[in-house]
T-cell receptor, first 112, second 114 residues
Framework: GENVEQHPSTLSVQEGDSAVIKCTYS??????FPWYKQELGKRPQLIID?????GEKKDQRIAVTLNKTAKHFSLHITETQPEDSAVYFC???????????FGTGTKLQVIP | GAVVSQHPSRVICKSGTSVKIECRSLDFQATTMFWYRQFPKKSLMLMAT?????????EQGVEKDKFLINHASLTLSTLTVTSAHPEDSSFYICSSQGGTDTQYFGPGTRLTVL
């Protein structure tokens, strides 16, 4: 089955700096890669996703890159703000209605 | 994004009792729903995939007779934790998927078994 590894497990940055979270996956059949943000005690919220036919996608301060050959993808948050503090999960899936495999999560702390 | 509700949000029960958790897709028809379990400061662990009108597909190591899943309609799936024990205490979250690759999560249910 799919195995998704995520690094780092914790990340502290100063407000205004950039944050990068990296993930690798094992199953070459995976072609859908969502990123979720989860605040304490809340539900995971989709923040951005990318499909394997695209190498990069950007939405305001958030961008995701995908290297399908190397089987890794990354989340980039620029100009970080205190409200970006949360746990971020990467995930991988073959798409369709097949299951999504989640990474272990990164706790991001943005220091004002 | 789509709206998924989950009820109850919190439940405390005595050991040996059964607890039912409902997951509803409020604004779209969810062909497939997923049930996850999340321990504190841990990732989401998939328990089972629930398909409308058919039996759920359980992940390895998840007891299907303990965690009963019913997906009777395109908007409702239920998870029943039978004969609950303290080790079943956890945060249970459902997600719904309908028509796209994206899963939308419910707000979760915090189960505490005394």
């Amino acid at each position: 089955g799919e195995n998704v590894e995520q690094h780092p497990s914790t990340l502290s940055v100063q407000e205004g700096d950039s944050a990068v979270i990296k993930c690798t996956y094992s199953d070459s059949a995976s072609n859908y890669f969502p990123w979720y943000k989860q605040e304490l005690g809340k539900r995971p919220q989709l923040i951005i996703d990318i499909r394997s036919n695209v190498g990069e996608k950007k939405d305001q301060r958030i961008a995701v890159t995908l290297n399908k050959t190397a089987k890794h993808f990354s989340l980039h948050i620029t100009e970080t703000q205190p409200e970006d503090s949360a746990v971020y999960f990467c995930a991988a899936s073959p798409g369709g209605y097949q299951k999504v495999t989640f990474g272990t999560g990164t706790k991001l702390q943005v220091i004002p | 994004g789509a709206v998924v509700s989950q009820h109850p949000s919190r439940v405390i029960c005595k050991s040996g009792t059964s607890v039912k958790i409902e997951c509803r897709s409020l604004d779209f028809q969810a062909t497939t729903m997923f049930w996850y379990r999340q321990f504190p400061k841990k990732s989401l662990m998939l328990m089972a995939t629930s398909n409308e009108g058919s039996k759920a597909t359980y992940e390895q190591g998840v007891e299907k007779d303990k965690f009963l899943i019913n997906h009777a309609s395109l908007t409702l799936s239920t998870l029943t934790v039978t004969s609950a024990h303290p080790e079943d205490s956890s945060f249970y979250i459902c997600s719904s998927q309908g028509g796209t690759d994206t899963q939308y999560f419910g707000p979760g249910t915090r189960l505490t078994v005394l």
